[in-house]
């Protein structure tokens, strides 16, 4: 993932879709996990002003560590309830992949986080 810049030119993408991502239990490996502060640099490369990260686990930690991750840098802010709401992929993310099937169908709970890119005030 470190190599997004090579693939994707400045702005590219509009949308980016972390749909039940690896979880990487062991300590050892959480550095490999999809959302974290230096990957976020690079998806924010790649990633258009107004573009939208979405990001759906069923592992509450992970959830958390994406959500507080995306929180914290200074490129992404959190879609309002009514943006989320008006939003027709929101609606999809728990059903749009066979994972986001097997979840629904176990009963399982999801945890999303949808953030859209903002402008650096630098």
């Known amino acids: 993932m470190k190599y997004i810049p090579n693939y994707f030119g400045k702005e590219q993408l509009s949308k980016m879709f972390f749909l039940f991502p690896d979880p990487h239990f062991k300590k050892k490996n ?3 996990r999809l959302i974290g502060p230096y990957l976020l640099d ?8 107004g ?19 995306l ?17 027709p992929v929101v609606k ?10 097997k979840v629904a169908r176990s009963g399982g709970q999801t945890y ?11």
């Open 71 to 87: 929180e914290n840098h200074p490129l992404f802010e959190a879609l309002t309830e009514e943006e989320l709401e008006a939003d």
């Open 92 to 101: 999809l993310l728990d059903s749009a992949t066979e994972e986001g099937q």
């Open 51 to 69: 573009g939208i990260v979405y990001t759906i686990t069923d592992v509450e930690e992970l959830g958390e560590r994406m959500k507080t991750c």
């Open 112 to 122: 999303q986080a949808v953030y859209r890119r903002i402008a650096s005030t630098i």
């Open 42 to 49: 690079e998806f924010a490369y790649a990633l258009q002003i």
């Open 30 to 32: 959480h550095r490999q």
